[in-house]
């Protein structure tokens, strides 16, 4: 089964800009949601998709924000890019059902995102 | 406000030996906890669970403990391999209400020797 994929890999982008990052789940996973990895602040929580719905939100401003289409497929957009939004973000897929298995995420190899 | 921390940021182990990474949390609201292993360029590998209603959960050589009323948990490694260096999460999630989101820990480096 291939797991979960993320693209692209790496990414160089300038101050004001913005940028679309993408994240194919495992297949059978309805639930997609997207972390923050920066040096010495772990994984932060961004959001979490279920059937094209946004179910949770982390405490990030409206900058970061995301979709997820029927097939499951997920989307992260971050507008007007700041110095601060460097970072590794990763993707990771579950069932998102009510056992508490669908909490055992997989993740994708992330996207570095570097902001100039 | 960090609800769930790691507070060794890193640990060396020789191989062969035991290792032991541990986690605090502070929701006593968590009833669902989860380990995973990063490899550096590469995402987090799930690794083993444990639901609030055990102690204990093993899997090979992985083993992990769970005492709610410290709140506290350990990953026990045994015996650790050079393979097992990595840096490990520990993460909680709340798997009540409508929250399916997952609260990590800022990770331990763990380096195992030959």
């Known amino acids: 089964k291939a797991g979960v994929t993320q693209t692209p890999r790496y990414l160089i982008k300038t101050r004001g800009q913005q940028v679309t990052l993408s994240c194919s789940p495992i297949?059978?996973?309805?639930?997609v949601s997207w972390y923050q990895q920066t040096p010495g602040q772990g994984l932060q929580f961004l959001f979490e998709?279920?059937?094209?719905?946004?179910?949770n939100k982390g405490n990030f401003p409206g900058r970061f924000s995301g979709r997820q289409f029927s097939n499951s497929r997920s989307e992260m957009n971050v507008s007007t890019l700041e110095l601060g939004d460097s970072a590794l973000y990763l993707c990771?897929?579950?069932?998102?059902?009510?056992?508490?298995?669908?909490?055992?995420?997989?993740f994708g190899p992330g996207t570095r995102l570097t902001v100039t | 406000d960090q609800q769930v921390k790691q507070n060794s940021p890193s640990l060396s182990v020789q191989e062969g030996r035991i290792s032991i990474l541990n986690c605090d949390y502070t929701?006593?609201?968590?009833?669902?906890f989860l380990w995973y292993k990063k490899y550096p360029a590469e995402g987090p590998t799930f690794l083993i669970s444990?639901?609030?209603?055990?102690d204990k959960n093993e899997d090979g050589r992985f083993t992990v403990f769970l005492n709610k009323s410290a709140k506290h948990l350990s990953l026990h490694i045994v015996p650790s391999q050079p393979g097992d260096s990595a840096v490990y999460f520990c993460?909680?999630?709340?798997?009540?209400?409508?929250?399916?989101?997952?609260?990590f820990g800022k990770g331990t480096l763990l380096t195992v020797n030959p």
């Open positions: 990771a897929s579950s069932f998102g059902g009510i056992q508490v298995s669908s909490y055992e995420q997989y």
């Open positions: 297949s059978g996973h309805r639930s």
């Open positions: 998709y279920f059937s094209e719905t946004q179910r």
């Open positions: 929701n006593s609201m968590f009833d669902y």
């Open positions: 444990i639901s609030s209603i055990k």
């Open positions: 993460a909680a999630v709340n798997s009540g209400g409508s929250n399916y989101k997952l609260t």
